[in-house]
């Protein structure tokens, strides 16, 4: 795998699932890391872990507690933290929540706007506050997406709203980016085990349980490795997963009739299952 030796490395959602993992290998490839995420007990956690897996005794692995939807606060913050730790060259945008995972009568006003302002304004406020510094390095913006974007799914209506909002946000920035020679990479995963599944456990109907499982089950180790060789080929949009670029495939060539047809019958016989 590609060396990342002095290169800076600022990953949101560092303190767990994905980001952590990633923080984790960035760690063996020999870069600079800032951990970034609201909880100062699992940032010193994940920093311990990423600390465990240095490639050499001279890499810096830092932390900083910030929500990434509270604009004012991200600003502020993420200015200090270019100051004192230098501009990344590579931004990793995997801060996300995925609750209120339910039917969509039950999503009030105020959690579906929580979802929208962690997982969609959070992931511009941090790329905003970022975008000046890291265009003299000609930084990379890397994008967490999901599979939930690409097909939509039950019990999703505000993960998966928040999720292709990114898709429109980073197919947009591309354009923006790419004369200033500054990569964009937007990743679409299926179901990845990691503690965000925990938060839908109770409220998923089985409706949604069972499509979710059409798309496969990953590590978050295997996702992190795809996330790095992505981002050393520059590729724009990935999907970890074989049997969600399948999916996507058919998705793609029958204008969402195959996946949909598949798709409704999974519902229709999970609803009828005791
Ligand atoms: N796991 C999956 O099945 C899956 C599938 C497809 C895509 N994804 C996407 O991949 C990304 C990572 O997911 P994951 O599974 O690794 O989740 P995770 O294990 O739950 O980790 C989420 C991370 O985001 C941080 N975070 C949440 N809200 C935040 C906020 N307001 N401000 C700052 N940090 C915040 C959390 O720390 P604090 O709570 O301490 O802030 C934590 O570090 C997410 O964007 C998710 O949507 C996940």
Redesign the pocket.
């Known amino acids: 795998m590609k060396a990342f030796d002095n290169q800076m490395v600022y990953i ?10 990633l923080a984790k290998l960035f760690s063996s490839l020999g870069a600079d890391i800032l ?6 007990e ?2 010193e956690t ?1 920093k311990q872990l990423a600390e465990k897996a240095k490639k050499n005794s001279g890499q810096k692995i830092m932390t900083l ?6 604009h004012r606060d991200v600003y502020g913050k993420m200015q200090q933290a270019v100051m004192e730790f230098g501009a990344p060259d590579i931004l990793i ?6 609750k209120y995972a339910d039917h969509f009568e039950n999503i009030s006003n105020e959690m579906f706007n929580e979802v929208m ?3 969609v304004n ?2 511009r406020n941090v790329t905003h506050a970022l975008l000046p510094a890291m265009k003299e390095k000609k930084g990379h913006v890397v ?6 974007a690409l097909f939509g799914m039950f019990g999703y209506t505000a ?1 998966a709203t ?2 292709a909002a ?1 898709m429109g946000f980073a197919e947009s920035l591309r354009y923006e980016l790419k004369p200033l020679g500054m990569p964009v990479t937007v ?13 839908e456990v109770e409220t998923l109907p089985k409706e949604g349980r069972a499509m979710k499982s059409m798309g496969g ?2 590590m ?1 180790d295997h ?1 992190a490795k795809v996330i790095v060789k992505a981002i050393a080929k520059k590729q724009y949009f990935v999907i970890p997963g074989r049997s969600t670029a399948l999916l996507y495939f058919f998705h793609r060539i029958s204008n969402g009739f195959l996946s949909r047809f598949v798709s409704d019958f999974v519902v229709k016989r999970a609803t009828f299952e005791k």
């Open positions: 949101t959602g560092g303190s767990s699932g994905i980001g952590l993992e951990l970034v995420a609201r909880n100062s699992k940032l994940g507690s910030v929500d990434v939807s509270d945008n995997s801060a996300g929540i995925n302002n962690i997982n959070g992931v994008i967490l997406s999901s599979a939930a993960y928040s999720k990114l990743l679409c995963p299926p179901e990845v085990d990691t503690p965000m599944n925990l938060d089950f990953l978050p996702v």
